[in-house]
């Protein structure tokens, strides 16, 4: 691997890392539905899959959801876990189809991820009560998933692509 390669690698997780922390400092959008953020990390997991493919935007991915759980809420990991992993295998799907902008596959990242969330609460609280939340997270998912989509397309294009 080159050094480039392995230095904007780094600074990728880097950021991804830092918007997960200005993240946290800012008030919920719905204080009354839990997990409802921004998503700000993904601007760096849609622009890493645009810029060097599915596999090293998977590890920075997962890099990036085990250091800022730990760092900042470790009882977050499951659920971050299995929405990255859903969120992920739909964006690299419905990358592969020309017809997708990076828009649209942020917005199935998005909606995917709040979808592995939800599944994943449902098995550890033992109550299917807690998808109530659901169409509230997969309207926030697509909103925000646009926001990222646009904002991760003109990263790519400003750094370019390989």
């Known amino acids: 691997m ?18 997960s922390f200005v993240e946290t400092q800012i008030p919920p959008l719905m204080p009354t539905v839990p997990g409802m953020k921004m998503g700000l990390a993904n601007i760096a997991i849609v622009f890493a899959l645009y810029r060097f493919g599915g596999k090293e935007a998977f590890c920075i991915s ?3 959801l085990f250091l800022t759980g730990l760092l900042f809420n470790p009882s977050t990991i499951p659920y971050s876990l299995a929405g990255a992993v859903l969120s992920f295998v739909g964006m690299v799907l419905l990358k592969k189809i020309p017809a997708f902008s990076s ?12 979808v592995g969330q939800i599944a994943v609460a449902i098995l550890i609280m033992e109550t299917v009560q ?12 697509t909103i925000s998933g646009v926001a ?13 692509l390989k």
């Open 2 to 19: 080159k050094v480039s390669k392995l230095t904007l690698l780094g600074l990728t997780v880097s950021l991804a890392m830092m918007l």
């Open 62 to 64: 997962l890099v990036r």
């Open 103 to 114: 828009v649209a596959v942020s917005v199935a990242g998005g909606v995917l991820h709040n």
């Open 130 to 141: 807690i998808s109530y939340w659901l169409p509230f997270l997969l309207l926030s998912g």
């Open 148 to 160: 990222i989509g646009v904002a991760a397309g003109v990263l790519v294009r400003r750094i370019g």
